[in-house]
């Protein structure tokens, strides 16, 4: 087995699994949201692509990376500090778009509008787990849900059009996951879920 195919099964190059956790933070809109809006991809003209699976579809609140496993307890300690005192908030989706804004596009998603509930617990999540966070870890983050990823950079390629067929969500709970890498894509495992007030 290759060094890369063992790394993507979570084996180091000992052969035990690695220590190390590829983590982030989301809020999830649940299935029925998501089946909807992978639903209405079928009506657009897009390039070849993979949608996402309709559990997986989420908002990413922070992202951590690949961490050592003994830091989960204090990660998880850290998301719940954050998630103390904020109330649950909505999220009303604007539009679907195609990422990045420069440059081939390499997926579809859906644009939410940005409550100070969400900026909030972003900025605190950010301050309490980013490595080097910005000042303001708010100021340039986008609220988007991942639709599908395009199996090729799309060049020439952009998708800007109201989402008036998809309804807000209510963000009630934030979960902490782990990302893991295997042959046929990422598989999302829940690690901890924290409720809103």
């Not at 209405?40 to 390039?47: N, R, T, V």
């Amino acid at each position: 087995m290759s060094e890369r195919a063992r790394n993507k099964g979570g084996v180091g190059r000992s052969g035990r699994p690695r220590r190390d956790l590829r983590l982030f933070v989301a809020a999830y809109p649940g299935k029925a949201w998501s089946d909807r809006a992978i639903e209405g991809l079928g009506l657009l003209d897009l390039p070849p692509h993979r949608v996402t699976p309709a559990e997986q579809v989420h908002l990413t609140l922070c992202f951590l990376g690949s961490v050592d496993r003994a830091r989960l307890p204090g990660i998880t300690e850290s998301v719940g500090l954050a998630a103390s005192g904020l109330h649950a908030f909505d999220l009303d989706p604007t539009r679907l778009i195609t990422l990045p804004e420069r440059g081939p596009a390499r997926l579809v998603a859906a644009e939410c509008g940005a409550p100070p509930g969400l900026l909030e617990l972003v900025r605190r999540l950010a301050t309490r787990l980013a490595s080097a966070p910005r000042p303001d870890p708010a100021d340039r983050f986008l609220p988007h849900l991942t639709l599908c990823r395009f199996r090729t950079p799309a060049r020439g390629f952009t998708l800007d059009r109201t989402a008036d067929d998809l309804d807000s969500f209510r963000v009630g709970e934030i979960r902490l996951m782990r990302s893991v890498l295997l042959p046929g894509g990422a598989e999302h495992r829940e690690m901890a879920r924290f409720w809103l007030g």
